[in-house]
């Protein structure tokens, strides 16, 4: 796949792209990483690439015709890449966004800085705008990172395992389980017994059941909008009774109930 990524700041990527799974998909030819100036494309002795917003106001706002060329002239060298503008008014980052991203014939990503982007640029040039959450940043660069980290690991054979993608937290709807390497004990903690005993489809199961339980108690919105398989309902339906059991035990010797009365 081909990136491009369109910044004030392209010096900004040099360290991103040299470290970790990013920099070994670049050197494994899976991913080709290219950080554009969008200052290269003013036609002004000063190189701006802001202006006064009409109507007024405070802040500035990032000068149509640059962009335009810088987006023209990356288009010319990803063929058929979606424009991606980070903007916190995008859709928000998820893994399956990071999933849809990475099935693109190749991206260009538009880091805007100052207030934003003149409006007819994004009507017209850019074809999906992408939040990595709700706050504001001072600009795209950061957030463009933070999803082409997220692409990158998906692409195919990026990874070492075909697995290790598919298990990650998010990817199947469950948040990871827990994990352990040596010593055995640390600091008075134990390795999980299970672990140690070679069993792997106990181990298996014991991932799976913590998974569930990270995602119940972290996240139960995952858990809503999850399709359960049997086995999970099973789970969760006995953690219900015992948290029942629990609750009426409570209930049942509360100090004014009639067995808790003196
Ligand atoms: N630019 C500024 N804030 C941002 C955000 N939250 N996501 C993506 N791009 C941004």
Redesign the pocket.
């Known amino acids: 796949m081909q990136i491009a990524v369109l910044t004030i700041f392209p010096t900004m990527f040099d360290l991103f792209w040299e470290y970790g799974i990013v920099r070994r998909a670049i050197a494994d030819g899976h991913v080709q990483t290219e950080a554009m100036d969008i200052r290269a494309f003013t036609d002004d002795r000063h190189h701006v690439t802001d202006d006064r917003p009409y109507g007024g106001g405070c802040g500035m706002v990032m000068k149509p015709e640059p962009l335009a060329r810088a987006i023209e002239t990356a288009r010319q060298r990803i063929e058929g890449g979606l424009t991606v503008l ?3 008014q ?1 859709d928000k980052l998820s893994q399956q966004t990071a999933a849809g991203l990475a099935r693109q014939r190749g991206l260009i990503f538009i ?2 800085r100052y207030e934003g982007v003149d409006a007819r640029i994004v009507r017209r040039h850019v074809d999906y705008e ?11 660069e950061v ?2 990172m933070v999803a082409m980290d997220a692409v990158i690991r998906l692409l195919p054979g990026v990874l070492g395992g075909a697995e290790s993608a598919a298990r990650d937290s998010f990817s199947d709807g469950l948040l990871e389980h827990e994990h352990y390497t040596r010593p055995r004990e640390f600091e008075d903690q134990t390795v999980p017994e299970v672990l140690l005993s070679g069993n792997h489809e106990a181990i298996a199961r014991w991932r799976h059941r913590m998974s569930l339980i990270e995602t119940l108690l972290r996240r139960p919105d995952l858990l809503e909008r999850r399709r359960l398989d049997e086995r999970e309902q099973r789970i969760l339906r006995q953690w219900s009774q015992i948290l029942e059991r629990i609750l009426r035990h409570q209930a049942a010797h509360r100090p004014d109930s009639l067995s808790g009365r003196q």
Do not use: E, Q, T
Request: charged share 5%; proline share 5%.
């Open positions: 980070m903007s916190p995008g880091c805007g992408l939040s990595i959450g709700d706050y504001v940043l001072s600009g795209g957030a463009a």
